[in-house]
């Protein structure tokens, strides 16, 4: 046995430089493989917030193109309130409509856009020219809405039997900001 560690030290002596390469090698490949290890989970954390980062800037662009389209629709639909007289003093005579009267009414101020109450007091020869002008009024590019409509029989013509109908609507217009 004395032999056999005596055998085993002039062994360990004469490879000791081997042995100690050895080591140092294989304790370079350990700290090697958990470097590479940690830099495998960095490249991947920053590849995920590269993607992220990639679609933020895709919902960014659509936003920003949203808000252009927003911009311009804005801009169709902006008008001034003396306009919307005008519009509709247009609207009745292709209709056959005589105003009496529009009263404007208190506006209405919100975040996104001022709400321009009217009261219109109409007369009409018939249902046909009513309907007509309630058709032009609807389908026309400003917005308008309609918050009630009164339809009474109205004055007699002298010297004939046709009755006026007289109308009053309290109407809405906006304009946005």
Same mark, same amino acid.
């Given at each position: 046995?004395?032999?056999?560690?005596?055998?085993?030290?002039?062994?360990?002596?004469?490879?000791?430089?081997?042995?100690?390469?050895?080591?140092?090698?294989?304790?370079?490949?350990?700290?090697?493989?958990?470097?590479?290890?940690?830099?495998?989970?960095?490249?991947?954390?920053?590849?995920?917030?590269?993607?992220?980062?990639?679609?933020?800037?895709?919902?960014?662009?659509?936003?920003?193109?949203?808000?252009?389209?927003? /911009?311009?629709?804005? %801009? &169709? *639909?902006? $008008?001034?309130? #003396?306009?919307?007289?005008?519009?509709?003093? @247009?609207?009745?005579?292709?209709?056959?409509?005589?105003?009496?009267?529009?009263?404007?009414?208190?506006?209405?101020?919100?975040?996104?856009?001022?709400?321009?109450?009217?009261?219109?007091?109409?007369?009409?020869?018939?249902? /046909?020219?009513?309907? %007509? &002008? *309630?058709? $032009?009024?609807? #389908?026309?590019?400003?917005?308008?809405?309609? @918050?009630?409509?009164?339809?009474?029989?109205?004055?007699?013509?002298?010297?004939?039997?046709?009755?006026?109908?007289?109308?009053?609507?309290?109407?809405?217009?906006?304009?946005?900001?």
């Amino acid at each position: 046995m004395a032999e056999e560690e005596l055998n085993l030290n002039v062994l360990l002596n004469r490879h000791k430089s081997l042995i100690l390469n050895i080591f140092m090698v294989l304790a370079a490949l350990y700290f090697a493989s958990k470097v590479y290890t940690f830099q495998s989970k960095k490249i991947v954390k920053l590849s995920r917030d590269r993607n992220n980062s990639l679609k933020k800037n895709e919902a960014l662009e659509d936003i920003r193109k949203l808000e252009n389209r927003l /911009n311009l629709y804005r %801009s &169709f *639909m902006t $008008k001034d309130v #003396s306009l919307v007289v005008n519009t509709l003093s @247009d609207l009745a005579k292709q209709s056959s409509i005589r105003i009496v009267a529009i009263s404007p009414e208190a506006e209405q101020d919100t975040s996104a856009y001022i709400k321009y109450p009217f009261s219109l007091s109409l007369e009409a020869d018939n249902y /046909n020219n009513l309907g %007509s &002008f *309630m058709s $032009k009024f609807e #389908s026309h590019h400003d917005i308008f809405t309609v @918050d009630s409509i009164v339809i009474k029989p109205g004055i007699v013509e002298a010297g004939s039997k046709k009755t006026k109908l007289l109308v009053n609507i309290k109407m809405n217009t906006v304009l946005f900001k």
